[in-house]
């Protein structure tokens, strides 16, 4: 599987996004969780692009978008996605957001006024509670571990990817989400944005979710170790369209665990 070419830049409030755009027809927006990049994508791509024009990006810190020194946090990616929309001069695109872009989605949704003609989730990060164990204390000792020695270094990002799947990721999953968080600017970037983490961008729009009142499918891998199915279930009762699909053998990465049964989810919803 070829990885993604992300051959575009928009500048947005100063930073450069690398995004790709691939085929032709009703628009329909991918957006990327963390510690993962645009080429979760990879394998949906190809069949989603036969009669839609498909965007992806790196999100700003992430994959091959600027890593700056700076706010990269939840509270700035929803400003920089209503900044992208714009760009592309979309007005009502379907999204489909997985992870930390499931909370960019329904940020820029709710606080910026960004509208979508439907809403894909996947295993998203929408209320509080979250934040792994290890998340926490990496955020802590931000400074410590962004001088970590190379090799440390990414032995501990691919062993923190790694546990985003329910299946052994192949080395070339491993390389695609790892590679650019081991870059001289890739691995502070790997710490700042884990210490940025903050469930007060979540808690700021959890009693508005009942205004997502648009058409919604939410994926959730039932051997989800990062955000158990049952927060799911949750989040379904609290968005008033929307339909629960629970992905069987899949965990948080359901990109990789069970691609064919996203895709044809994702083929029966999306009009």
Known sequence: MKPLQLDKTAKIQGHALRYGVWGEGPPLVLIHGTPFNAQVWRRLLPLLARGRQVYAYDLLGYGSSDKPD???SLGVQNTLLAGLLDHWDLVAPDVVAHDF????ALRAHLLDGCAYRTLTLIDPVAFGPWGSPMVRHLSQHEAGFAGLEPGLH???VEAYVATAAASP???EALALYGDPWCTPD????????IAQMDRVYTDEIAADLHRVDLPTLLLWGEEDAWIPIARGRELAGRLPDCRFEPVPGAGHLV???ASDALIAALLRFLP
């Open 186 to 193: 890739g691995q502070p970037a790997f710490y700042r944005q």
């Open 70 to 72: 700076t706010d990269v």
């Open 154 to 156: 990414r032995a501990l």
């Open 169 to 171: 990721l192949s080395p």
């Open 255 to 257: 990109q990789e665990d």
């Open 101 to 104: 872009g499931g909370a960019t």
